[in-house]
């Protein structure tokens, strides 16, 4: 994955506000609603949006507090209008908790009022105290959550509220974009000089960022065991960071988007070091080495495997018995937990319970199930390790930091003789060596007790090659017959698998035939390689199909062609991210019925699309008997960048009209 991905395109810009906005500062207080404010028909955001944020306006600063530390103190306050129905969900606020042992941040001062306009009056209606509730996430995370009161269309919204942490890692992130158009966001960050964070920013919407210093005193006092207190004042330098963002649109997901919190425009941050004064800079963060050496003494992640776990013994036994060569003593070790162990849920990367209870229970999240894998092929002197990955919906991770938390998933690797393989045993379907496309989202890590090795599934690597043949001819006046061929790519293998796991084969080939226009038959049905997981599916069929009208319109790419495309919006802000490159031929062979002349037939062509990225053919070729097709797309690369979207989209339009295109034959009389 391409780091260049990862940033943003930051733009300092101005231009004129009409909402109560001078050059650089929204002018906006809690409860101050005029009428002339429930009027927002100047403003610039898309009439077809169902609420529209007003102003999103947040701050973070350090405080210096009563346990010989420092506090971050976060203020929020959100102004929307509720334009119809469908925006009423803006009205249902959650706030997230972090809390660790008997520590955790604390919500005060939750303000939320909805405003009405009524004869001209505007009519307020306060959250009752009551209506705020408290939901434990996880083991980790809680909620406050609360909905706003007498909701409608046309109110305007607002709510306000004070977190605060002692958790410094914990300094909040701020989004720009999300459901709503939002006419102005503003996020405000004071930092001083002791603590070192990394920003990380994404998004191609431009922000305005400016930075000011000022100084600042911070003070800290503790209670000692002899009921005393001590105080301390420290002076610092304080970075005043500001991004500003106007009229941001909504980023509408796409076909092809790995994640659209991929894209929008967000600012996060990251606790890399403290630096006190006449003190040593204490990292923070540390490093890919000292995060692979943290995990793997975590009883809750890689612990287990450093230990001999004789408990697997008897289990393994019957399953490795007279196998000595390693490659199939993996294939009959993944194949069993495959095969015998039930994924409840993704969770994250640690594990939800003991590799004994997993094994035991024989279920498990995805971290339970894969890291027991490899805790099975260790106990058989086979090289396995527990890899991180984030899959394409959870979004990117960061290559040159070590952030634990963007990683979701685990898979298993194993190198033998000096070839490595990838594993996830927690989908019944996959074959040997092979991952589901939403693990192919670039950078990973493999995890080893004293380095995390960067290894990279990208999806250029996948090549989905499908293959399609179609043979017809006249069986007898006013009836044609015919064979289909699909020698599908793996993917596609695998959706048919699930398609005909719950449905069945009968549903499978009833959908085909309906899906067919006019009189179809379909015959001798045959799948082949269903059950044989590491190869591709083969789907068979003879058919007969009534044709007797004077003038047929037929289309020859039957059911295999483009019918539209899949870029539909007119242009796009973030990347086309497929999940893997394609390669899709198909070959018509047509027996002209004797009965009927070739009045029109489609052209032939082709179109490269860049220099060497890929191309679509379209090669047809007509004797006095038949008419001979070749149709083939492929495309070399997986990821595209905005600019070349408008390129991709005509492209795709050029592939779906001539796919349209019929062949016209005509009685002869």
């Not at 998933?409 to 594993?423: A, E, Q, S």
């Not at 390669?583 to 062979?589: A, G, K, Q």
Request: hydrophobic share 35%.
């Amino acid at each position: 994955m391409k780091i260049k991905h990862l940033l943003p395109l930051i733009v300092l810009f101005s231009f004129a506000q009409n909402y109560l906005i001078a050059q650089d500062k929204l002018n906006i207080k809690f409860g101050k609603i005029t009428p002339a404010d429930f009027d927002l028909s100047k403003q610039k955001y898309d009439t077809g949006a169902a609420a529209v944020i007003i102003a999103d306006i947040g701050s973070s600063e350090f405080d210096g507090n009563n346990d010989g530390w420092f506090s971050l103190d976060y203020k929020r306050h959100t102004r929307i209008k509720i334009i119809n129905k469908n925006g009423m969900d803006a009205a249902n606020v959650e706030i997230p908790l972090y809390f660790s042992g008997q520590r955790e941040e604390k919500v005060q001062n939750i303000k939320a009022v909805t405003y009405t306009l009524e004869g001209g009056k505007v009519i307020e209606t306060e959250l009752d105290k009551k209506s705020i509730f408290k939901d434990k996430y996880d083991k980790n995370y809680m909620k406050v959550k609360f909905t706003l009161p007498g909701v409608k269309e046309g109110c305007i919204i607002e709510y306000s509220y004070n977190l605060v942490s002692d958790f410094l890692q914990n300094l909040q992130p701020w989004e720009f974009q999300g459901d709503y158009p939002v006419l102005w966001s503003q996020y405000e960050v004071k930092m001083p000089e002791f603590f070192n964070y990394v920003f990380l920013s994404q998004g191609h919407f431009p922000l305005e960022h400016s930075v000011e210093t000022s100084r600042s005193a911070y003070n800290i006092s503790r209670s000692n065991t002899a009921g005393s207190t001590s105080h301390t004042s420290l002076s610092a330098s304080v970075a005043w960071h500001k991004w500003i963002a106007r009229n941001v649109p909504v980023l509408k997901e796409e076909s092809f988007t790995s994640s659209i919190h991929n894209h929008i425009s967000k600012v996060e941050f990251q606790l890399s070091q403290y630096r006190f004064p006449e003190q040593p800079v204490e990292d923070i963060m540390g490093t890919w080495s000292k995060l692979a050496t943290l995990l793997m003494k975590n009883e809750d992640f890689g612990a287990s495997l450093t230990k001999s776990n004789n408990w697997l013994d008897d289990e393994l036994k019957p399953i490795t018995q007279g196998v000595s060569d390693k490659l199939e003593k993996t294939r009959k070790i993944y194949a069993y937990v495959r095969d015998r162990f039930t994924c409840t849920g993704k969770r994250g990367i640690l594990l939800s319970a003991s590799l004994k209870t997993t094994d035991k229970n024989k279920n498990g999240y995805v971290a339970d199930i894969n890291i027991l894998l490899a805790a099975m092929l260790r106990h058989e002197d086979i090289d396995a390790y527990p890899v991180l990955l984030s899959t394409r919906g959870h979004g990117y991770t960061n290559e040159i930091y070590p952030l634990v938390n963007r990683f979701n998933y685990v898979i298993c690797g194993v190198t033998i003789n000096d070839k490595t393989y990838t594993l996830d045993a927690t989908d019944p379907s996959l074959g040997f060596n092979r991952l589901a496309d939403e693990c192919y989202n670039g950078h990973a890590r493999a995890i080893f007790p004293d380095i995390a090795q960067a290894v990279y599934f990208n999806p250029d690597s996948l090549n989905e090659k499908k293959l399609v043949t179609v043979f017809i001819r006249s069986n007898k006046p006013g009836e044609w017959a015919g064979h289909f061929t699909s020698n599908m790519g793996y993917y596609e293998s695998l959706n048919t698998r699930s398609k005909i796991k719950d449905k069945g084969e009968e549903t499978f080939f009833k959908n085909i035939q309906t899906s067919y226009t006019g009189e179809m038959e379909l015959a001798d049905k045959k799948i082949e390689n269903l059950k044989e997981l590491d190869q591709t599916i083969k789907v068979e069929y003879d058919f007969t199909m009534k044709q007797d009208e004077d003038i047929i319109y037929f289309s020859p790419m039957m059911n295999e062609g483009y019918k539209e495309n899949y870029f539909k919006a007119a242009e796009r802000s973030y990347p086309v991210e497929m999940p893997y490159v394609f390669d899709e031929t198909y070959i018509f062979n047509f027996d002209i019925p004797a009965d009927y002349t070739v009045e029109d037939l489609p052209k032939s062509t082709k179109v490269n699309f860049g220099e060497a990225d890929g191309f679509f053919e379209y090669i047809i070729d007509k004797t006095p008997e038949a008419i001979r097709l070749r149709s083939r797309l492929k495309l070399n690369r997986s990821y595209y960048e905005p600019e070349e979207y408008n390129d991709l989209r005509e492209f795709f339009s050029y592939v779906v009209k001539k796919h349209a295109e019929p062949i016209v034959l005509k009685k002869k009389k």
